[in-house]
């Protein structure tokens, strides 16, 4: 009895012990020469530059449908002078960095652990590590410092675009200047507000990198484990963006209290 | 694996790219909230804050003036908060040692700013680190509380009122049967009195005429007992007929000055009512200006603004020039007038005179838009390209006042949809040249 549930408990945590070490490893090791700026550029331009379409056409919509959704309850209070403000501090503040996220985390989170877990279950990976390659500091740091860079990149994107959304529709609905607009937009935020909301996109690109790449790292079970842990990357790093950003949100307020008006 | 020069381009482009939009978001956050423009501290107290917090907007003329940097609590329960703010010096000017600060409401979910009044012009500026007056801030609940109070003493004295009227019209009708009942007494007292006379005037004439016809004697007239007690009898009815007719009209007085006397109904009711006209009018001075205030709240401001009662007083010439009066379908025309021509130029830069030939100027801008001005607002828009930035913006100010006030002294107009806008050195798109020396009537008109 006491052996199944010694069993069980080894069962429960030992996946999540060997990812803490693999997080702490991704976390310390890039500081490590060698650097591979190479590496880290080409993961930079697959990451960051081939997800702006994805991430502006995204803001783009939010942003409009955000500013439809603030007309239709602002309206009621007579009070549309407040929509670009309004919708400023929801892009800026949260809406934007875990749209962004989770985005990311969909393109970038699968593409990661379906490249990895396909170089394990085809032995790439042992190949590397045959040549006294380090292969994690070649294939996950480098990933890794990647995403953590190219996640606060595209949140300013996503942030902009969906500010342009909304200046798209409010331009229809009121016929109201770009000036005006985006003098206004910025009538509320403060740099509380965008600074910490977007340097805490690196915690989300860090953890979308080291999810990804920890289930594709330790791939099992053919094209069918690849496919698996393409999946799994994606909700698991999902689910943690959402649970870390409570957290992070809560820090920011303690460090920066909210003021308003 | 090796990097390609083209992605490598893109990766430049990607991250230079976005670094820039961080940028000018940095900029843009860093000038709304003033931080590269010189700026002084002042103090003003208030009795309770409403939700004003450190960090929130200061507004000076509703121009954006700076923030509210801390709010000291009061050391005992009849002290006040002492409020601290950051202002920005360009408009140091308009803030006076008889300035007002107070609190009003901005924001989605009510958010406060501090709003000071420009001060008059003959008041020293306000020193840094001194304290201006706070004005104690309305709130939605006093109104309603207030509103409440009026109601509930308007239904006390109404109550009141009518209750008293009742007993005067009782009082009345009471004193109309009194009278009524007296003069039928009275009726057939003259009745008989009027009788009695008739008979004695036809007993003297019988006597006259059988004394002339040399009947009886003079002496049995005097000594006949019979004719005497009859008249004595007709002399004794006429002393009561008029000693019931004295009462009868001393208690009619009676009543009628009862009612009129300062105890009675009548006065007590025309108390009652002068009483209730001042409660009135008490109440309506106080909804006036909660009414005012109202104007000014967040929740409402949007529905007065779309009955017109927008304030221009509110809008920051940032604003203005961004187009914050360009919505509704509303089209501007501007007359542009020259300052040599409409101000004298022996008049001092800061209160400027208008000369004859400049109001006859400003009556001919004005003319062609009179029978349409009703449905529209005009602002004046004052320029002045020399000096430094406050001295634009004071004589550019100085500019526009002095023909608003013209022009709303000598037409009538409305003072709500007339307002100024001190625009400095500019920019005057539109104007005959650039930078502009003068004013601009700005004519916005529904489509």
């Known amino acids: 009895m006491v052996d199944r549930v010694g069993a069980a408990v080894i069962r429960l945590f030992a996946p999540a012990g060997a990812f803490a070490l693999f997080a702490a490893r991704a976390l310390v090791r890039p500081f490590a020469p060698p650097y591979e700026g190479g590496e880290i550029l080409r993961h930079l331009f697959q990451f960051g530059l081939r997800s702006t379409p994805l991430i502006a056409t995204s803001g783009l919509a939010i942003g409009v449908v955000l500013s439809m959704h603030t007309r239709a309850s602002l309206e009621r209070f007579g009070a549309e002078s407040m929509i670009p403000a309004g919708l400023a501090i929801a892009l800026i503040r949260e809406t934007g960095p875990l749209t962004a996220a989770l985005l990311v985390a969909g393109r970038v989170g699968a593409g990661i652990g379906a490249e990895l877990g396909a170089m394990r279950v085809t032995e790439q990976i042992d190949a590397l590590e045959a040549n006294a390659v380090d292969a994690f500091h070649f294939l996950v740091s480098t990933r890794v410092v990647a995403c953590a860079l190219a996640m606060p990149l595209l949140t300013i994107l996503m942030d902009f675009a969906g500010m342009l959304g909304g200046y798209l529709a409010e331009a229809v609905a009121s016929g109201m200047s770009w000036r005006l607009y985006f003098d206004r937009s910025f009538t509320f935020v403060s740099y509380a507000d965008l600074l910490p909301a977007t340097l805490k996109t690196a915690v989300f690109g860090f953890l979308i990198a080291v999810v990804a790449s920890y289930l594709g790292f330790n791939t099992t079970g053919g094209t069918e484990g690849v496919g698996d842990a393409s999946t799994r990357s994606v909700v698991l790093s999902s689910i943690l963006i959402i649970l870390s950003d409570v957290i992070l949100v809560r820090m920011i307020f303690f460090f920066y209290p909210q003021v308003v008006g | ?447």
């Open chain 2, 1 to 447: 694996m090796r990097t390609s020069p083209a992605r490598l381009a893109g990766v430049g482009l990607f991250v230079i790219g976005t670094i820039v939009l961080f940028g000018i978001a940095v900029f843009l956050i860093g000038d709304r909230q003033m931080a590269f423009t010189k700026r002084f501290d002042i103090y003003t107290e208030f009795a309770k804050v409403t939700g004003l917090q450190a960090g929130a907007i200061v507004r000076v003329s509703g121009a954006r003036a700076g923030e509210v940097i801390e709010i000291t609590p009061p050391a005992e329960p009849a002290g006040k908060f002492r409020v601290r703010l950051r202002v920005s010096q360009e408009l140091h000017q308009l803030v006076r040692s008889d300035s007002v600060a107070s609190i009003e409401t901005e924001g989605l979910v009510g958010g406060s700013y501090l709003a000071i009044a420009a001060g008059s012009a003959g008041a020293a500026e306000a020193p840094p680190l001194s304290t201006i007056a706070g004005k104690e801030p309305f709130e939605l609940g006093d109104l309603l509380q207030q509103m409440n109070a009026t109601v509930t003493k308007v239904n006390a004295t109404i109550d009141q009122v009518s209750g008293q009227l009742e007993q005067t019209i009782t009082a009345v009708n009471q004193t109309v049967v009194n009278a009524n009942d007296l003069i039928t007494g009275v009726a057939d007292d003259v009745k008989k009195m009027a009788a009695s006379g008739a008979r004695v005037s036809s007993d003297i004439a019988s006597l006259s005429t059988s004394v002339r016809e040399g009947r009886g004697t003079v002496g049995r007239l005097f000594t006949d007992d019979t004719l005497y007690s009859h008249i004595s009898g007709i002399a004794a009815n006429a002393e009561a007929v008029t000693s019931d007719a004295r009462a009868v009209v001393a208690q009619a007085r009676e009543a009628i000055s009862g009612v009129k006397n300062a105890q009675g109904p009548m006065v007590g009711l025309a108390d009652n009512l002068r009483q209730t006209l001042e409660d009135a009018r008490d109440a309506m001075s106080g909804f006036a200006e909660n009414m005012d205030a109202l104007r000014h709240n967040f929740l409402l401001r949007g529905f007065f603004n779309a009955r017109g009662y927008f304030d221009l007083a509110q809008i920051s010439p940032a604003e203005y020039r961004a187009g914050a009066l360009m919505q509704r379908g509303r089209t501007v025309t501007r007359v542009w007038l020259e300052s040599t021509r409409v101000f004298d130029p022996g008049s001092p830069d800061e209160s400027p005179r208008l000369t004859m030939d400049g109001r006859r100027r400003l009556d001919a801008a004005l003319a062609p838009y009179l029978d349409r001005i009703a449905d529209g607002v005009l602002v004046v828009e004052g320029f002045e390209p020399g000096g430094s930035r406050d001295q634009q913006f004071v004589i550019s100010r100085a500019r526009a006042v002095a023909a608003r006030d013209y022009l709303v002294s000598r037409f009538h107009l409305d003072n709500r949809s007339t307002g100024v806008m001190p625009l400095g050195a500019g920019p005057a798109d539109g104007a005959p040249a650039e930078p502009w020396n003068g004013i601009a009537l700005a004519f916005f008109l529904e489509r």
